[in-house]
């Protein structure tokens, strides 16, 4: 008669974090993955490729070199440490080397001495850039790559990631949507290394709204998603046959709810922490039929119990079992009963 709903509850916890070094770009995972992978929100923000005290020291070298006889020099100039070399009018405008002191270099299109256009990147830490730029930032499509193997190929507003972009950690989980203010935010596919995909809407960084989220195991849900986690409507089935259609909550079956299993079991009723709690119907196979109280997965307080043949019994349940005192019908008579741990003892 035990029938434990634990085996068919959900543990897993989904928090976006794609890793970009940039700042963040996330992934989710399970809690108990060895590879449990940081918050969005942590990790993007990418920097201005060129600090923005070190740009205003590139403006007064177009003054220093402006004036006649200065159109195109070849050689470099510095100023402040700042390196400049390269082909370029009177205002800097042209192809040429900018190097920082801290070994940032960046090479490509200038104008007003500033990156603008299109141009290579490489940052102090090991990270290089690829791609447009204006005035100085990331600015239009571009590439950006970290050490690690990380990259990111997408949109850049202002030196912000912002519009349809595409990451890839190092450890081969990808992000490939919609941007906002350096987090993912509108919708996108997350492809993890795992195997586990998410297909639906994510909000700054978070599952969030909704989505469809297929397990490398072959389960899948789909439904709704609050703070990278199930929660409110929603559908989850397995592979071997067992479904579950209703509410969720903190990933677990929490509220109204129909489950399905392969063997032919249905319950429909109340859940509570991914299993059955308060009032609710089971269904076997067989015929057999139970209405009423559950706790922890397990018929406790009152119910009624029917059997293929009509048979019944109706009163109290302890642990899963006809325990205590009822009422039962046999060929349409009743009598006072009494059961003890599923025996009847009169």
């Given at each position: 008669m035990r029938h434990y709903f634990s085996y068919f509850s959900i543990y897993h916890r989904f928090v976006l974090a794609v890793g970009m070094a940039m700042t963040t770009v996330g992934y989710f995972a399970k809690p108990d993955q060895s590879n449990s992978l940081k918050t969005v929100a942590e990790m993007i923000g990418a920097p201005s490729i060129v600090d923005p005290e070190q740009l205003t020291k590139i403006n007064p070298i177009a003054e220093m070199v402006t004036g006649p006889g200065s159109k195109n020099p070849t050689v470099p100039i510095v100023r402040d440490d700042i390196f400049y070399d390269g082909i370029f009018s009177d205002n800097l405008d042209g192809k040429g080397t900018i190097t920082w002191p801290s070994q940032q270099i960046y090479r490509g299109d200038v104008r007003g001495g500033l990156p603008h256009g299109k141009g290579n990147m490489l940052?102090?830490?090991?990270?290089?850039?690829?791609?447009?730029?204006?005035?100085?930032?990331?600015?239009?499509?571009?590439?950006?790559?970290?050490?690690?193997?990380?990259?990111?190929?997408?949109?850049?507003?202002?030196?912000?990631?912002?519009?349809?972009?595409?990451?890839?950690?190092?450890?081969?989980?990808?992000?490939?949507?919609?941007?906002?203010?350096?987090?993912?935010?509108?919708?996108?596919?997350?492809?993890?290394?795992?195997?586990?995909?998410?297909?639906?809407?994510?909000?700054?960084?978070?599952?969030?709204?909704?989505?469809?989220?297929?397990?490398?195991?072959?389960?899948?849900?789909?439904?709704?998603?609050?703070?990278?986690?199930?929660?409110?409507?929603?559908?989850?089935?397995?592979?071997?046959?067992?479904?579950?259609?209703?509410?969720?909550?903190?990933?677990?079956?929490?509220?109204?709810?129909?489950?399905?299993?392969?063997?032919?079991?249905?319950?429909?009723?109340?859940?509570?922490d991914g299993k059955p709690g308060g009032e609710g119907k089971r269904k076997w196979p067989d015929g057999r039929v139970y209405r009423g109280n559950w706790e922890n997965g397990l018929r406790e307080g009152r119910g009624t119990m029917t059997f293929a043949n009509d048979d019944r019994f109706e009163g109290q349940f302890k642990a899963d079992m006809m325990h205590g005192l009822g009422r039962c019908y046999s060929s349409g008579a009743a009598t006072p009963c009494t059961f003890f741990e599923n025996e009847r003892l009169d």
């Open positions: 940052f102090a830490n090991g990270r290089t850039y690829t791609g447009e730029l204006s005035l100085g930032k990331l600015h239009g499509k571009g590439e950006l790559h970290w050490p690690d193997g990380s990259f990111y190929r997408g949109q850049f507003i202002n030196d912000v990631v912002a519009g349809q972009g595409d990451y890839t950690s190092a450890v081969g989980d990808r992000f490939l949507g919609e941007f906002a203010d350096e987090k993912p935010h509108g919708r996108g596919t997350l492809t993890l290394s795992s195997g586990d995909i998410y297909m639906g809407e994510v909000q700054y960084g978070v599952i969030e709204g909704s989505g469809v989220l297929a397990f490398a195991d072959g389960s899948i849900y789909q439904g709704e998603f609050t703070a990278g986690r199930m929660e409110g409507a929603g559908e989850r089935t397995w592979p071997n046959g067992n479904t579950y259609k209703g509410q969720f909550q903190h990933d677990n079956f929490h509220g109204y709810g129909v489950a399905h299993f392969a063997n032919g079991v249905v319950h429909e009723g109340g859940f509570a």
